[in-house]
């Protein structure tokens, strides 16, 4: 199993000791783990200039860069694992400037099939509240790229360091992530969209079907075979 950990900041906090454990419990001596830092990994806003959406990917100015790199590992990564502290009840303003980024691959426009068989973690911690707003910031993305299973935990943790959380908290955060870690599933062929990805997938087929001109979308869509009878989450 290819594992990516995609951290809202650079910061080896709360957050992503939670996210480090969650990988202790599930990668093996043959999975791969590797990590994002933002912004280090990926510094830039993105401009609105939509030619990536328009003209394609690669045309984005931060493609070469940055982009590039990155997508090739979200796109390798069986699991996805997002931490991120609560900034003023949202992510951080990098882990947005990331998402940004991959608007074009929502799918009302160009989703990547692989999406559909992956699964994803969204962690928050913050002293005290707003880590279901930032939890949605990141699953909103998720759920349009077309990731099939998100799980998610939020927590509020008001010390400095987990070492000086009390005992009762530390066993919540332990059964929490067992439970977290007992729904991977490890073989892809398992995998299969819910309902809300099932529905949005349908949804944005006819809407694509039904364009009266064929964009760059509707072209995307007719090579996957989408338009047709073939499915990103099965062959036929």
């Known amino acids: 199993m290819n594992i990516l950990m995609i951290n809202a900041t650079m910061k080896k906090g709360k957050s992503y000791t939670i996210g480090r454990a969650l990988i202790d419990r599930i990668a093996g001596e043959e999975d791969q783990v590797q990590e994002i830092f933002l912004p280090k990994d990926m510094p830039e806003f993105c401009r609105g200039c939509a030619r990536c ?5 690669e045309h984005c100015p931060d493609y070469l860069i940055y982009l590039k790199r990155i997508t090739g590992m979200i796109d390798e990564a069986d699991l996805l694992i997002f931490t991120t502290p609560v900034f003023v009840y949202h992510t951080s ?34 002293a005290g509240a707003g880590m279901r707003s ?25 010390w400095d360091t987990l070492e000086e959380a009390d005992e009762k ?68």
């Open 169 to 236: 908290k530390k066993d919540e955060m332990r059964e929490k992530l067992e439970q977290i870690a007992s729904r991977i599933q490890r073989d892809p062929g398992k995998i299969f969209p819910s309902p809300g990805v099932w529905i949005r997938f349908h949804i944005m087929r006819i809407f694509q079907r039904r364009k009266k001109e064929a964009d760059i979308d509707q072209r995307y869509w007719a090579e996957q075979g989408w338009l047709g009878r073939k499915r990103p989450w099965k062959e036929t």
């Open 53 to 57: 959406i328009r003209e394609g990917e």
């Open 93 to 126: 303003g990098q882990m947005k400037a990331l998402l940004d980024h991959y608007g074009y691959r929502w799918m009302v426009h160009r989703p990547e099939g692989s999406m559909f068989l992956k699964q994803a973690v969204c962690i928050a911690t913050a």
């Open 134 to 158: 930032a939890i949605r910031d990141i699953r909103d993305s998720l759920r349009w790229w077309g990731v099939s299973r998100i799980y998610t935990y939020g927590v509020a943790l008001p």
